[in-house]
């Protein structure tokens, strides 16, 4: 407790608020901070909650069934997406997509982890620019397992190519596959307010944050 002066020159008793410890600074650094946070240890956790992230995004959008449709799919990649050519993709969703075919959750999976290599595929992607060749579906495979180190299954390029091949000439528009991807990666920064759904994603990206600034506040003690 410590004391202060008032107006009037009285002491008035306050009583100071101690210092509370959430729940990931104490299972980072314990209870009172003495535990060191390793490398190996922070970034397991966050590939863990990645994986969770994706499964649960995996889950809303395939409206709880163990596969997504490609139409949902589509509708995942395209969520935060408000580009002139927002109807062209559509366009191509309704018809080049065929009904009643579907993604796994592994394949899923693989195109978040291409997602996390936008800068080592753009690279890519400007070589094809730069020798003024088109980027067809031999390709873009190639380039993703450069910049990835794996492949994706030839269901999610057939289905991204369909999507992103706005002149009808089997070639990807990599320009505008890149900025949906990047604006994909930055969801929340454009957020219509009439969806719960994006209402959720909100509230993940501002509790995200907030635990990401107590993890390096205590940084400075622990973190090596």
């Given at each position: 407790m410590t004391v202060k002066t008032n107006e009037t020159g009285g002491q008035e008793p306050t009583v100071k608020e101690p210092e509370v410890n959430t729940t990931l600074q104490m299972h980072f650094f314990g209870k009172r901070g003495?535990?060191?946070l390793?490398?190996?240890e922070f970034r397991r956790f966050m590939e863990n909650l990645q994986t969770e992230v994706q499964e649960m995004e995996f889950l809303?959008?395939?409206k709880g069934l163990s596969f997504m449709r490609k139409e949902d799919f589509a509708e995942w990649l395209l969520f935060f997406t408000n580009t002139e050519n927002k109807d062209i993709y559509w366009k191509n969703v309704r018809e080049k997509l065929s009904a009643g075919e579907s993604i796994s959750l592994d394949e899923?999976?693989?195109f978040c982890h291409f997602t996390t290599h936008l800068e080592d595929f753009a690279i890519a992607m400007q070589m094809f620019h730069l020798a003024h060749r088109p980027v067809r579906l031999a390709e873009f495979k190639r380039?993703?397992?450069v910049a990835t180190g794996q492949e994706l299954s030839n269901n999610i390029l057939d289905t991204v190519f369909k999507i992103f091949d706005l002149?009808?000439?089997?070639?990807l528009?990599?320009?505008e596959f890149l900025g949906v991807l990047k604006n994909r990666m930055h969801r929340g920064l454009w957020v219509p307010q009439h969806q719960s759904v994006q209402e959720y994603w909100k509230c993940v990206k501002k509790e995200s944050i907030k635990g990401v600034k107590e993890v390096w506040k205590q940084a400075g003690r622990g973190l090596l």
């Open positions: 003495e535990r060191k390793h490398y190996k809303q959008f395939s899923f999976k693989s380039a993703v397992k002149d009808g000439d089997e070639c528009s990599h320009e």
